[in-house]
C-alpha cells in the first residue's frame, strides 16, 4: 500500500502488528459472497523507496486456520 500515515488503516494495522494475536478479515466479492480470513497481520515500518515510484508499506497476512467462503443471502 502507499505510504499514508493519514489513513485510518495504518493506525488499526500497526496496533494489530504490535499486538500479534489473530484478527479476522472479510474480502467482499463482486458477486456478494464473503471469504473470512483468520490470520495475524503485520506491516512493514519502514517504507521501501524506488525512484519514480511512491514509497510503500508491505502488509502481509499470517493464517492461522481455514478460510472460509460465504455465499451471499438469497
Not at 38 to 67: C, D, F, K, Y
Amino acid at each position: 500500500v502507499a505510504d499514508d500515515p493519514e489513513q485510518p488503516f495504518v493506525e488499526v494495522l500497526e496496533a494489530y502488528d504490535e499486538s500479534k494475536e489473530i484478527q479476522v478479515f472479510r474480502l467482499n466479492l463482486i458477486n456478494g459472497d464473503s471469504i473470512i480470513y483468520p490470520a495475524v497481520p503485520s506491516i512493514t515500518s519502514t517504507p521501501t523507496l524506488t525512484i519514480n515510484q511512491l514509497m510503500e508499506r508491505v502488509i502481509t497476512l499470517a493464517m492461522q486456520g481455514r478460510i472460509s467462503r460465504y455465499s451471499k443471502a438469497s
